[in-house]
């Protein structure tokens, strides 16, 4: 499953340093069950507006973990609460099958 949220960094906190702080925090939350990577996206045209995604084997798992339990991840949360404003996009299953072409696969 695919886990979406739009940031909006408030100045004059900047993408890079929510970047910076999303980097460590998923290094950590990347370790529980069922993670499966994370990305970040620039919004084109708004330096401020960022797209994440992670993915996880399933909803269950991306439910059963807990970001409050590591002081890291916390004080990275509580920060990001004051300089940012966050916006769930949603859940989305993966699809039964996707295809993609070897050479996006490779990328």
Known sequence: MKFLFEVRVKPPYTAEDYAAAWVRASEIIQQAPGARG???????GDPHRLLAIAHWDSKAARDAKDD????TVRAILEKHAETCE?????????????????AHAER
């Open 68 to 71: 409050r339990r590591d002081a």
């Open 86 to 102: 966050i916006t769930v996009i949603g859940e989305f299953e993966d699809p039964a099958w996707q295809v993609v072409p070897t």
């Open 38 to 44: 994370t990305y970040l996206h620039r919004r084109i």
